[in-house]
């Protein structure tokens, strides 16, 4: 989400676009209704998912006991949050057709945890997928090192190159007159130079496609690895499965969140900056595709807590022993609701019952 003003067109990189000039009006105006209705769903999925899935491992694993494995997936989990909480602002935002009616600083923060988000959850993603490489490849001297210092450098590493050089976001200004409206990082100015700009682009798009080669590597790797072993050395079929769920989740948000948006971002970029001359039609055909990659882009929210269910055995039990307390309680209260009637359990008995092991 680079910000540049525009003197003849007018457009919005990251969560919304517009553009305009005296030929050719464009404007994705399926945008409003969609993200409305789509970012409310992803922040109440989102959030309970997420939320839960954080809650979850402070109590099944203690702080300093996390490996490096469980430190990049307490990290991601609070990426996604971070995002997910902002979320209200850009439905609002949408609701009112682009229009922010918030305080101004609102814009900067949201549009600033958008883009850590995004590029924190690749980073992530990326770090997880060699991790489990490392572990399917060379698994005896996976366990026998000690990875939690490690873990934590490459998340501490992570995390300045990302949030450092997005605090432009924090600083520059968001929020932009036009006409009657606020718009939100939309406002782009072609009058000055903007080579820096297109400079950034391409240098987001080279990192993220190089982090998707090395997840494309690594799980091509690991299925091999878990395929072509023999049956005597093989693992059992219900964790090579997990294994294969692994890889194919990861894919998946990879697949249908990211890459999208990255491989639309250099030439929609080009067009809006003036240096890619389109018709109007082709125009309005990329804005809407771009409309559609922003629209992939929030998924990953939703998605990400969906991993870790094939990566840990211990998250894996706690989850699912809360899932079958959730659905014992609810037969209780049924079969409770059911013999109230017949009379009152006696003191003794439920106290007795209460203090079993």
Not at 231 to 245: G, I
Not at 296 to 304: E, F, I, S, T
């Amino acid at each position: 989400m680079i910000v540049v003003e525009m003197s003849k067109t007018t457009v919005q990189n990251g969560n919304v676009s517009f553009l305009q000039d005296e030929q050719c009006t464009v404007d994705s105006e399926f945008r409003y209704t969609l993200f409305t209705v789509y970012y409310s769903i992803i922040f109440i999925l989102g959030f309970i998912a997420n939320t839960y899935v954080l809650w979850l491992f402070t109590r099944v694993y203690a702080t300093k006991k996390l490996n490096e494995i469980k430190i990049f997936m307490v990290n991601l989990t609070t990426a996604d949050l971070l995002f997910l909480v902002t979320l209200p602002m850009w439905i609002v935002y949408y609701h009112k057709r682009g229009d922010w009616i918030m305080p101004e600083f609102l814009c900067n923060i949201a549009g600033y945890l958008f883009f850590v988000n995004t590029y924190c959850s690749v980073a992530f993603l990326g770090v997880i997928t060699y991790n489990r490489y490392q572990a399917v490849t060379k698994p005896i001297s996976t366990a026998q090192s000690t990875t939690r210092r490690r873990g934590i450098y490459i998340t501490v590493a992570i995390w300045i190159l990302i949030v450092v050089p997005s605090m432009y976001f924090l600083f520059n200004e968001g929020v932009t007159k036009q006409k009657s409206r606020k718009r939100c990082f939309e406002l782009y100015n072609t009058e000055s130079d903007n080579t820096p700009v297109l400079v950034v682009h391409v240098v987001i798009c080279i990192c993220f496609f190089t982090t998707f080669l090395i997840v494309l590597v690594c799980n091509t790797f690991i299925i091999r690895t878990l395929l072509s072993k023999t049956m005597q050395a093989r693992k059992s079929a219900q964790v090579r499965q997990r294994a294969l769920w692994l890889v194919c989740t990861v894919l998946t948000v990879f697949v249908l969140c990211f890459v999208p948006h990255h491989l639309l971002d250099l030439p929609w970029t080009l067009m809006i900056l003036g240096k890619w001359n389109l018709n109007c039609r082709s125009q309005k055909l990329l804005n809407d595709a771009h409309q559609v990659t922003q629209f992939l882009l929030g998924a990953n929210c939703v998605l990400d807590p969906i991993i870790y269910c094939f990566l840990t055995k211990k998250f894996r039990k706690h989850l699912s022993e809360n899932l079958k307390n959730i659905k014992d309680s609810r037969k209780c209260s049924r079969q409770t609701t059911e013999t109230a009637v017949e009379g009152m359990v006696p003191l003794e008995d439920y106290l007795h019952s209460s203090i079993k092991p």
